[in-house]
């Protein structure tokens, strides 16, 4: 949710794509947002998917962990890290299996929380207090001179 800076023709292809694909009208793209219209997008959805290939540590995930939004993600560079045993990872960019881990999460009463406490739990892992004292861990040894 950002802006389109430096990669305005992969958006201008995106738009053609919406119109091509006959989605005009179902396809938003917000753009730059507040923190209030962000928070309402999260709780507006009913999964939080993110296909990038670039990303380090995701914030966006444990942003969707946090509104209780299962999360199905592809597991490259920092993803998996930052899901740990939390939500869906794919290993393939398949269309009809991210639609079927879709169906599955909105139509199976037993996975969706069982997916939201998993999220839950990894949430903790980066928790103020654990985060603090994974760093003091590291540092610990130059600390001590």
């Not at 998917?49 to 995930?61: A, K, N, V, W």
């Not at 991210?98 to 996975?111: C, G, K, R």
């Not at 969706?112 to 903790?124: D, N, S, T």
Request: charged share 20%; with cysteine.
């Amino acid at each position: 949710m950002g802006t389109s800076a430096g990669v305005e023709g992969h958006v201008t292809d995106l738009y053609r794509l919406v119109t091509h694909l006959e989605l005009d009208g179902s396809v938003v793209f917000v753009g730059q947002i507040s923190d209030a219209a962000l928070s309402t997008c999260y709780q507006m959805a009913d999964v939080y998917i993110c296909l990038s290939e670039h990303e380090g540590f995701c914030i966006p995930l444990l942003e969707a962990m946090h509104y209780d939004l299962p999360v199905i993600a592809y597991a490259a560079t920092g993803v998996p890290y930052t899901m740990g045993d939390a939500g869906v990872l794919i290993r393939r960019k398949e269309p009809a299996l991210i639609a079927e881990a879709m169906h599955e999460i909105a139509t199976n009463d037993e996975l969706r929380p069982w997916l939201i406490a998993g999220q839950r739990r990894r949430l903790q892992a980066f928790s103020p207090e654990n985060v603090r004292a994974q760093i003091l861990a590291l540092l610990e040894p130059y600390l001590r001179g």
